[in-house]
Every structure is written in structure tokens, then in C-alpha cells.
């Protein structure tokens, strides 16, 4: 559920109480209500807090009109603000919407989903304009990028051409609520790094905090990524701002389809070619499948990957990143001279990626001491038993009242002495506030971006081994380009086939990222970055420039 912080500058009257009410009421949003009466004290208000959103009454006491909301926007530039207004004073309404305000509302029409509708819309566009290529992932992804590009002494043309990426397309779009009267309008991402090594490739993200940095960041990693591996393909990225645990099975149908309407113009088999990431499953890739087969007249199972089975999905595709994770770690422990049986492992997240991770680690005979979801983390010193932990995920969606363990804070279970740390959740986990205290000897990033640049300082001062991120998790891209040749030559590998294909590809990275590392004197990552930028330079240096 959404939660807003809402500023109410109004006097008070039965209408803005109903207002309230109303606020207050919303079963979609939870609100966080500041109310005064003059806007003196809503600008001595502004001045300490920030709230994510401004109801300005036409009415307030000394109202000038207009030029109340152009005083709001210079204590707080950027905040949406939603001007309240009678039905004698829709003049003065209109002309600060015109001066940048971003609706108005009737008071004596005020409806409670009408007004719901108003208040996301506004705080949306307001997130989205003000985050964009402003992205802490963003920034991390450059910053790494230009680490690796300024040791390998990169070509300056080449170095500023992949500092963004070649193709954004932001889409606002609307579907259908399961009411059919409220239509919701969101906005849409994908971005295409790189088109210069064949298709471009990349998953489809459905998160209220997706916005257009994060999904840069995303597509250029995975264009590192990809050509560490040695696809034939570019980086690329999608994603829908919203939370997908408001939505339907209904809700969520028509909103892929309509998102894939809206791109389907840069999709296709032989163009970009999208996948699950997170919020998105089997069953998403499917809706987005069949949406554009109508279009051409044709089922086009290599559209996307990940899909069921029976629609043209790969064996093992599902678990591929979690198992390939865990190749690469078996790889690093025999670098390491650590035996999998004897040691301990935490892994921070249990979705798709961190719950595959722990179950392959624990089959190995690694005592699985903690594993952690959005509602905490679960910890057993003599290790957790997993397959029962994923059966209690399994029946009631996340980990809160499993008692199958102690529960920790996600920032205790990082800080657990382990063997082997799994960061498969989200990007910053491990910062420099944190870094000094991590106690593991293997770190093996499940998760995009974990890791801060000066968390990897410390990491490296302090001799921790660093699975990156474009290397750790790259089971899943690996397993999709199996995925997409078995559907564009009608063929089928079976399970072991692609276990036994995906473990040759993830040993050989690993061993040319480690040769390359200790060639160098470098740590890990920056290797990894290295040996992906440099084909990607290869072969737009090969290509030239047109025209």
C-alpha cells in the first residue's frame, strides 16, 4: 500500500473535514494528514517538513489566488499541489493550474476515488520528474562504469556514447481497476543501452519506485553483462511504476497488455526481446506473448523469455539465475579453498533469486543460517531447514509468522559472522555505514547494484571475494538466450542439457574474470566491467560509425 504525506492548507469547514474523511478512508493509500488553517503557517510548516503532496483551498483565510501556489512552490519546489475550490471560484482554480498546479477539485463534488485517482497521479508525476536519470542506481552504474573505462583507457567517443543509453521511451499509459469506472494512469519504461551486438535483451519490472535511472542503470549493466557471458545480444530494461501486490490477477492482465501495446514498436524477436524481473512472473511474459502474437496474426514465442513451458518456455529457466548464482560460488570456494559442506551462508532476499540460491546452496551442504524478505529476516544458528521455509512462503506469501526460526532486522542478518553472503533483494545494501562490519569471506550479489562503490573499497581493503553482480546473477539472462534459440530454430533441450550448458558458460566467465583480475592486480568487479566494455568497444570500434 501506498503511503503519502499530504498537506492540507484550508480552513475548517464541513467540506475539507469530508475531505479528510475521505483521505483517511482510502482502502489503496495510507495518508499521513498535516492541516492548517493560514499560509503563514503552512510555509512555517514547509520550512521543517516535507510532505509529498499540497491541498490548497481558493478559500483560505487572506488567500491571494495564484500567488499562494507560487509561494508554495518557492518554500518547496517540485510539490504537487491540488487546488480546492467552490463552485463560485473556478476561475481563480483554473488560472493556478495554469501557473503550474497540477488540478483542481470542486468541493462540493468531491468523490473519494476520484479523489484517490487525483492524489497518485500528482505525487507519480511528481516522483517520476524529479528521480528520472537522478537515480542512485543510476549514478552507481556510471560511476562504476567509468572506474573500469578509465583504467582500460577507453576511446573518449566511446566512453561518452555509453555513459547513456542509445533509446528511452516513457509512456504514460491507462488500464481498467476491476471496478471498470476507475481507469488508473501509470507510467511505463523501456530503455535500450546498446543495439550494436545483435537484439537487445532485458527483463520487465513492475515496482512503485521503478523510474527512468533505474531502469537505465539496469539496461547498461545488462549490456556488461551480456557480453561477459558472450550473447549475442545488447542491454535493455522495462518497467511499470506501480506496486503490483494492489493489483488483481484481472487488474495486472490488463495493464501488461496495455504496456505492451505501448511498446510494441521496439520489441520483437530479432529487435529487444523482454523477460520476468521484479513484480513480473511466467504468467506476465505469457499475457505479454499472446498480446503481441494478436498483433502480427501469429503465435511468436521467442517475443519474450520466461514464459510457461508449454508456450515455448525453456526447462530451468525459472531457477536459472538462483542456480547460476550458485555455480559461480562453487567456482569462488574452489579459488577460495572453502569446502561447501562445511560452511555457513546468509542469503538477504527469498524471492525468485535468494530462495533458488539457498535451497541449490543448501543441497550442497551449506548450513543456510538466515534468509530475509520484505517483512524481516528468519535466522537458525544450526541453519534453516529451506525446503520447509519455502513451503511456509509458498502457502502464506512471505516470511512474517514463519516460526521455523528467530527473527532478526535485515540489518542484523547482514552483519551475521557467515562463510558466504547472498545480497539477492535490492541495490545499496552494503554501503560504507555497513561495509566494515559485513563478516563473510564470499560475497555473491543475487541482487542488482547491492554494493556501493565505497563499500567496495572497504570490501577489497579488508580481502572479502566479490561475486559482482553482472557475473553473479547472469544465470537468468544465460538460460533466456537458450530460451530464445530453442524458440527462433524450434528446438528442446532438455533440463540437464540446459544445467549442463549454463554451468560450462558461468565457469568460463568466472575463470576469465579471475585470470584478468589477478593479471591485473585489480579486484573483481572492475575485471568483470572490463571484459564486458572492452567486446562491446571491439565492436562498435569493428562496425565504425554511420554515417
Known amino acids: 500500500m501506498d503511503s503519502i504525506h499530504a498537506l492540507l492548507i484550508a480552513p475548517s469547514t464541513p467540506e475539507t473535514q469530508q475531505l479528510g474523511e475521505l483521505l483517511t478512508d482510502s482502502s489503496t493509500v495510507r495518508f499521513r494528514i498535516d492541516s492548517v488553517e493560514h499560509m503563514d503557517q503552512a510555509l512555517a510548516r514547509l520550512r521543517t517538513t516535507r510532505p509529498d503532496i499540497a491541498f490548497l483551498d481558493t478559500a483560505v483565510p487572506g488567500g491571494q489566488g495564484p500567488d499562494d501556489f507560487c509561494r508554495l512552490q518557492n518554500a518547496f519546489a517540485g510539490l504537487p499541489v491540488i487546488v480546492l475550490a467552490g463552485v463560485d471560484d473556478l476561475c481563480s482554480a483554473a488560472q493556478t493550474v495554469q501557473c503550474g498546479a497540477h488540478s483542481y477539485l470542486v468541493k462540493s463534488e468531491l468523490d473519494g476515488?476520484?479523489?484517490?485517482?487525483?492524489?497518485?497521479?500528482?505525487?507519480?508525476?511528481?516522483?517520476?520528474?524529479?528521480?528520472?536519470?537522478?537515480?542512485?542506481?543510476?549514478?552507481?552504474?556510471?560511476?562504476?562504469?567509468?572506474?573500469?573505462?578509465?583504467?582500460?583507457?577507453?576511446?573518449?567517443?566511446?566512453?561518452?556514447?555509453?555513459?547513456?543509453?542509445?533509446?528511452?521511451?516513457?509512456?504514460?499509459?491507462?488500464?481498467?481497476?476491476?471496478?471498470?469506472?476507475?481507469?488508473?494512469?501509470?507510467?511505463?519504461?523501456?530503455?535500450?543501452?546498446?543495439?550494436?551486438?545483435?537484439?537487445?535483451?532485458?527483463?520487465?519490472?513492475?515496482?512503485?519506485?521503478?523510474?527512468?535511472?533505474?531502469?537505465?542503470?539496469?539496461?547498461?549493466?545488462m549490456t556488461w553483462k551480456c557480453a561477459l557471458m558472450h550473447l549475442p545480444f545488447g542491454g535493455a530494461k522495462g518497467g511499470v511504476r506501480i506496486d503490483p501486490t494492489a493489483l488483481s490477477r484481472a487488474e495486472k492482465q490488463r495493464l501488461t497488455r496495455r504496456y505492451?501495446?505501448?511498446?510494441?514498436?521496439?520489441?520483437?524477436?530479432?529487435?529487444?526481446?523482454?523477460?520476468?524481473?521484479?513484480?513480473?512472473?511466467?504468467?506476465?511474459?505469457?499475457?505479454?506473448?499472446?498480446?503481441?502474437?494478436?498483433?502480427?496474426?501469429?503465435?511468436?514465442?521467442?517475443?519474450?523469455?520466461?514464459?510457461?513451458?508449454?508456450?515455448?518456455?525453456?526447462?530451468?529457466?525459472?531457477?536459472?539465475?538462483?542456480?547460476?548464482?550458485?555455480?559461480?560460488?562453487?567456482?569462488?570456494?574452489?579459488?577460495?579453498?572453502?569446502?561447501?559442506?562445511?560452511?555457513?551462508?546468509?542469503?538477504?532476499?527469498?524471492?525468485?533469486?535468494?530462495?533458488?540460491?539457498?535451497?541449490?546452496?543448501?543441497?550442497?551442504?551449506?548450513?543456510?543460517?538466515?534468509?530475509?524478505?520484505?517483512?524481516?529476516?528468519?535466522?537458525?544458528?544450526?541453519?534453516?531447514?529451506?525446503?520447509?521455509?519455502?513451503?511456509?512462503?509458498?502457502?502464506?506469501?512471505?516470511?512474517?509468522?514463519?516460526?521455523?526460526?528467530?527473527?532478526?532486522?535485515?540489518?542484523?542478518?547482514?552483519?551475521?559472522?557467515?562463510?558466504?553472503?547472498?545480497?539477492?533483494?535490492?541495490?545499496?545494501?552494503?554501503?560504507?555505514?555497513?561495509?566494515?562490519?559485513?563478516?563473510c569471506k564470499l560475497l555473491a550479489e543475487g541482487a542488482n547494484g547491492p554494493t556501493t562503490l565505497e563499500a567496495d573499497e572497504i570490501l577489497d581493503r579488508r580481502g572479502v571475494f566479490v561475486i559482482p553482480d553482472i557475473l553473479g546473477n547472469a544465470g537468468g539472462v544465460t538460460v533466456s538466450y537458450f530460451e530464445w534459440v530453442q524458440d527462433t530454430q524450434n528446438l528442446t533441450w532438455t533440463l540437464d542439457e540446459i544445467n549442463d550448458r549454463l554451468h560450462t558458460i558461468m565457469a568460463g566467465a568466472f575463470q576469465r574474470v579471475l585470470n584478468h583480475a589477478q593479471g591485473d592486480s585489480i579486484d573483481v568487479r572492475t575485471a568483470a566491467l572490463i571484459e564486458g566494455i572492452d567486446r562491446v568497444a571491439k565492436a562498435k570500434l569493428i562496425r565504425g560509425l554511420f554515417p
Open 260 to 439: 505492451t501495446m505501448e511498446i510494441i514498436d521496439m520489441i520483437g524477436p530479432e529487435r529487444d526481446i523482454p523477460a520476468p524481473d521484479m513484480g513480473t512472473n511466467e504468467q506476465v511474459m505469457a499475457w505479454l506473448m499472446d498480446t503481441y502474437s494478436q498483433q502480427v496474426g501469429r503465435a511468436v514465442p521467442a517475443v519474450v523469455t520466461g514464459k510457461p513451458v508449454v508456450l515455448g518456455g525453456s526447462q530451468g529457466r525459472k531457477e536459472a539465475t538462483g542456480r547460476g548464482l550458485v555455480f559461480a560460488i562453487q567456482e569462488a570456494a574452489q579459488h577460495l579453498r572453502m569446502k561447501l559442506d562445511q560452511s555457513t551462508a546468509v542469503v538477504q532476499g527469498f524471492g525468485n533469486v535468494g530462495s533458488h540460491a539457498a535451497r541449490f546452496l543448501a543441497e550442497l551442504g551449506t548450513r543456510v543460517l538466515a534468509v530475509s524478505d520484505v517483512s524481516g529476516a528468519l535466522y537458525h544458528p544450526q541453519g534453516l531447514p529451506i525446503d520447509a521455509v519455502s513451503e511456509y512462503v509458498e502457502q502464506h506469501g512471505s516470511l512474517k509468522g514463519c516460526t521455523l526460526g528467530e527473527r532478526l532486522t535485515n540489518q542484523e542478518m547482514l552483519e551475521l559472522p557467515c562463510d558466504i553472503l547472498v545480497p539477492a533483494a535490492l541495490q545499496d545494501q552494503i554501503t560504507k555505514e555497513n561495509a566494515e562490519r559485513i563478516q
Open 113 to 221: 476515488e476520484a479523489l484517490i485517482r487525483h492524489v497518485r497521479h500528482a505525487v507519480r508525476r511528481r516522483r517520476a520528474e524529479a528521480d528520472e536519470f537522478r537515480s542512485p542506481m543510476f549514478h552507481l552504474a556510471q560511476q562504476q562504469f567509468l572506474k573500469a573505462a578509465q583504467l582500460m583507457r577507453l576511446d573518449d567517443n566511446i566512453r561518452e556514447r555509453l555513459l547513456h543509453p542509445q533509446r528511452t521511451l516513457v509512456v504514460t499509459l491507462p488500464f481498467r481497476r476491476d471496478d471498470y469506472r476507475h481507469v488508473e494512469t501509470v507510467i511505463g519504461y523501456r530503455v535500450q543501452h546498446v543495439l550494436t551486438m545483435g537484439p537487445t535483451k532485458g527483463g520487465i519490472r513492475y515496482h512503485e519506485d521503478v523510474d527512468l535511472g533505474e531502469v537505465s542503470a539496469m539496461a547498461m549493466w
